[in-house]
């Protein structure tokens, strides 16, 4: 058989044992094997290239900059940062209809800035956002659909997670890619903050019994200002050195987590306990990135092997379909996707393929990142498989059901969709920034 068609049968094989509910990195990682195996026809040779294929996807010193920011989120969620950045934002804004839900998005946008985890910011905020908007009376989809929504700025706005994952898979400058997602995010979160304005003004029982507050005096914004202050301290430590050339990103995660460190015992809300299950929560999060990862590496290295990356590249300019209807087409799939699996895993099954095809077609590979970060983020709200969606489910319990969480978090999809088709027209804004560097 054709090479490239053993490439097909896999991906083929992949799609199904992922249907059939099989672990996607015990997926990947067994039909790399295969594959391998049936390419070359020795056992102890795509034992050995498989073996070569693990050990370097993890043996580089950027892989550190993974676990070092995951435990600065989970520290910075420890010290009660969330709480701050919440009141902070309702301080600020006390006459504005809505103003709990717009300072829920703005308190995410922030904190995204400190952790770069969509799932920890809708545990965190599911916690303390959201029991404030149902005390006051607003309606419940409203209230969840706030909560879920605003979470995806975690992926987006630097430090992310998925941008670390695409720069390693891209081999693009992880820098760069942090600073492609600072002006995407915030135009997400401005529309965000519109979005949720248009639907106060037009339906206010969205926000039930909230009424004006009294503008709050001097005395108390510059008590906020100083409640502020180590959070404003932090980020500005961690990004300021990566885009300052201080710090490697993963430098510049090993300061953020001690930082994040120094934060929590200085505000007294560090035990030993509090620590170690800190660290062992930083383990089994950095552990499970860390296996899908080498999975991800293996079948790389096998469509390659099988000479699919490439056929499939020639096979995609051969249509001579316009340039932007093939990234078009590739989002589509990113959103397909989401509906049957995580944030990571698309990415790791995807863009070995996808890359190819988008450096011959020209488009900037930085570019291309943002906009396939937000294509995947919207898979996060995307029925039936939402991560945000079952983690606010598997905190709220018995008090929200799932068909609740997923009918809250439409309209946001919707503005989410819009952001997208924003960035894939004036790929300006993922581009400036990195280009001034």
Do not use: C
């Amino acid at each position: 058989m054709d090479s490239s068609l053993i490439g097909v049968v896999m991906v083929g094989s992949l799609v199904a044992t992922i249907l059939l509910s099989v672990h996607v990195g015990v997926a990947l990682g067994a039909l790399s094997f295969l594959g391998v195996w049936w390419v070359k026809g020795s056992f102890a040779v795509a034992l050995k290239l498989l073996g070569i294929a693990a050990f370097g996807a993890v043996s580089d010193y950027v892989f550190g900059v993974l676990p070092l920011f995951v435990l600065m989120g989970l520290l910075s969620a420890v010290s009660g940062v969330t709480g701050d950045l919440y009141d902070a934002a309702n301080v600020l804004m006390p006459r504005v209809r809505g103003r709990l839900a717009i300072a829920t998005v703005l308190a995410n946008a922030v904190f995204a800035a400190i952790t770069g985890v969509s799932v920890a910011s809708a545990a965190i905020f599911s916690k303390v956002a959201l029991p404030e908007m149902l005390r006051l009376g607003y309606g419940k989809k409203f209230a969840l659909g706030t909560v879920g929504g605003s979470s995806v700025l975690g992926m987006l706005i630097p430090p992310s997670v998925l941008f670390i994952i695409y720069g390693i898979l891209a081999e693009e400058s992880i820098g760069k890619l942090f600073l492609a997602g600072i002006v995407p995010g915030l135009v997400l979160t401005a529309v965000y903050s519109a979005g949720i304005y248009a639907m106060v003004s037009r339906n206010p029982r969205l926000v039930g019994g909230e009424r004006a507050m009294a503008r709050a005096g001097r005395a108390d914004r510059l008590r906020m200002l100083v409640r502020l202050w180590p959070t404003a301290s932090l980020i500005a430590l961690v990004l300021g050195g990566i885009y300052g050339g201080l710090f490697t990103p993963t430098e510049a995660g090993a300061m953020g987590a001690f930082g994040a460190l120094l934060l929590a015992v200085l505000k007294r809300q560090l035990t030993l306990r509090r620590l170690w299950e800190t660290l062992l929560e930083t383990g089994h999060a950095t552990a499970a990135i860390f296996f899908l990862l080498i999975a991800a590496s293996m079948y790389s290295r096998m469509l390659t092997l099988t000479g699919l990356t490439s056929r499939f590249s020639q096979t995609v300019i051969g249509l001579e379909l316009p340039a932007h209807v093939v990234i078009a087409v590739f989002m589509l799939v990113f959103l397909a996707l989401g509906t049957i699996l995580d944030s990571t895993s698309i990415m790791l099954v995807s863009i070995p393929l996808m890359l190819p095809v988008v450096r011959t077609l020209g488009f900037d590979v930085i570019w291309f990142g943002v906009v396939s970060v937000v294509a995947v983020e919207i898979g996060l709200i995307t029925p039936p498989f939402g991560m945000v969606v079952f983690a606010m489910k598997a905190i709220l319990g018995d008090a929200a059901s799932l068909e609740e969480i997923f009918a809250g978090t439409l309209p946001f999809m919707v503005m989410m969709l819009i952001v997208l088709v924003i960035l894939i027209l004036f790929p300006v804004l993922s581009t400036w920034l990195p280009r001034l560097t």
